[in-house]
């Protein structure tokens, strides 16, 4: 959705490139002069930059919007409302909606019968080979109304694959959650191929859980281990601010929600760590 207001608002022609927020924090990313960054670390080489996460914040000047807001998309919309022709409010609502995990528990259990939240369940960053189809979205979504989007053939196959790969997904989940006190923790490094799927779904079949933490193995390089944590969105008693601790495991977020990426033989450190940290779930701020 950022590149979506970002193609309007500056007359973008040039095509997105899709980067990991660890290929920054790592120094792996060609960031160059004349490019925009959103919703990523900020980079000294870009000419302007938008973001909304907590540990991305920033004391040096730059071009561009950082706020601590439910989404990045928000921050560009913010800074350019008076760039766009088409009416964006609608789909900036939402983002902002499914950004934040501002959701019911309908919403959770049955997204199928939510148009925003079902499209936004097609786009992981763990399909690298989606690229094309998140391309082909920004095009949609820059002269498209939702329901018209739902109705591009790709798009339609897609949400399908999503509704079958939720039903699946459960049962993974129920098989390889366990609680430990307060953290409900889902492991799926036992599996060759970690699965996917609704990723609020754990928040509704562990509900006396207030964070969850989910370990798996990188699908794109399998010597690496990413760790996720989500405050639970209907029991929203975690004092820890997730992006701040993360940001001591080679990741980072937001306050509520965040991930870090690393070496295999750290796994054990680095979980006990986080477990540790989340179990005292006292304010670290």
């Given at each position: ?11 973008i ?10 290929e ?9 002069e ?16 938008f973001d ?17 807001a ?34 019911t528990?309908?919403e ?29 979205l ?7 109304g ?18 079958e790969?939720n ?28 699965p ?6 754990v928040?509704?079949l562990?509900p ?11 699908s ?36 509520g929600?965040?991930?870090c990426?690393?070496?295999a ?9 986080i ?11």
């Open positions: 959705v950022c590149a979506v207001l970002l193609y309007e608002a500056l007359d022609t040039e095509p997105v490139e899709w980067i990991e927020p660890s920054i924090q790592k120094g792996l990313a060609d960031i160059r004349g490019d925009v960054m959103a919703n990523l670390p900020y980079h000294p080489n870009c000419s302007m930059w909304h996460h907590y540990t991305n914040r920033i004391d040096t000047p730059f071009e561009g919007a950082f706020e601590i439910p989404s990045a998309a928000g921050v560009v919309f913010k800074y350019y409302k008076d760039k766009f022709q088409r009416d964006y409010t609608e789909l900036i609502r939402e983002t902002d909606k499914i950004d934040s995990a501002d959701l528990l309908d959770v259990i049955h997204p199928e019968n939510y148009p925003y939240i079902l499209l936004s369940m097609t786009i992981s960053s763990r399909n690298r080979s989606d690229m094309p189809y998140w391309s082909r920004i095009e949609l979504l820059r002269k498209s939702i329901n018209e989007v739902l109705e591009d053939p790709e798009v339609k196959k897609q949400c399908q694959a999503v509704i790969q039903r699946k997904y459960k049962t993974y989940i129920k098989e390889y959650t366990r609680l430990k006190g307060h953290v409900s923790l889902t492991d799926f490094r036992s599996l060759k191929e970690a996917t799927g609704n990723r609020f779904l928040y509704s562990f006396e859980a207030i964070v969850n933490v989910r370990i798996r193995y990188d794109d390089d399998p010597g690496k281990i990413i760790i996720g944590v989500g405050h639970s969105i209907f029991n929203p008693k975690c004092n820890v601010n997730v992006g701040l601790m993360l940001s001591q495991f080679e990741g980072g977020g937001h306050a929600a965040g991930a990426k690393f070496d033989g750290k796994a054990d450190d680095y979980l006990s760590g477990l540790g940290i989340l179990l005292k779930n006292e304010r670290n701020e």
